[in-house]
């Protein structure tokens, strides 16, 4: 198991990318980034990370892309992305395991792009209607516009918090 400290970025506050991909990390702590306010891209792709904490992206406010892709991420948590406005990029493709969780967990109007190939982060009702509109998340199907998307996982949100 590898972790990072707490305070291993601590005296970088003006950084403003971060590429830990491929690095078998397989805890973060709710302060591992917390001093690095100016962070705007960070990558953990490829680390074995089956979960992370809510307040993780807490003190980043200007977070534009997030690679969680290949991650073995079970679980989302539900406010992850609550302090993260400017989020465009959400890229959470190919973590088999993650699994469907009601609630909201980004800003929605922000995003451009949402990777969910090879995932099930979806709510099982969905699951079914993509599949049959052939633009099921999967390698070599279309992908729908994010309009699409959206609006679907708004009918899909909307369902579940009433």
Known sequence: MVSLDDDFFAYNENLEAID????????????????NPNL??????GNPLPAIPEDLFANNPDLREVRLDFTLLKVLPTNLFIHNPHLRYLNLNYN???EWMSGRTVNKPSLEFVGL???????PDMRKEFCEEDWCLRA??????????????DRYFDEDTN
Request: hydrophobic share 45%; charged share 15%; no cysteine.
């Open 117 to 123: 190939l090879n995932t099930w982060y979806l709510h």
């Open 40 to 45: 705007v891209k960070i990558t953990l792709t």
């Open 140 to 153: 070599g199907n279309r992908y729908p516009t994010i309009n699409q998307l959206v609006k679907l996982l």
């Open 96 to 98: 088999m395991e993650l």
């Open 20 to 35: 830990l991909k491929w690095n078998s990390i397989s805890a973060l702590s709710a302060d591992t980034f917390k001093h």
